[in-house]
């Protein structure tokens, strides 16, 4: 057994924090793998697609705009 004030006990935290590293490390990024494999794809702008000329000419200007709230 080590004295506590022995040069040695310096590197305990430090072996402490590679054994941990070496056992959850592993884990940590299959996990992450699989969470990354289960999320469904996407493109990179998203599922958008743009307008056909039919849905557009509901916007277009047709002259004074009218108040239909009432």
Do not use: I
Not at 4 to 12: E, K, P
Not at 39 to 55: I, M
């Amino acid at each position: 057994k080590l004295p506590w004030n022995d040069r040695r006990m310096l590197y305990v935290p430090w072996s402490w924090c590679v054994t941990a590293a070496l056992t959850f490390l592993p884990v940590g990024v299959t996990l992450m793998a699989v969470f990354v494999r289960l999320k469904p794809k996407t493109s990179l702008h998203g599922d958008a697609r743009f307008a056909n000329d039919r849905e557009l000419r509901q916007f277009e200007y047709q002259g004074e705009y009218k108040n239909t709230s009432k």
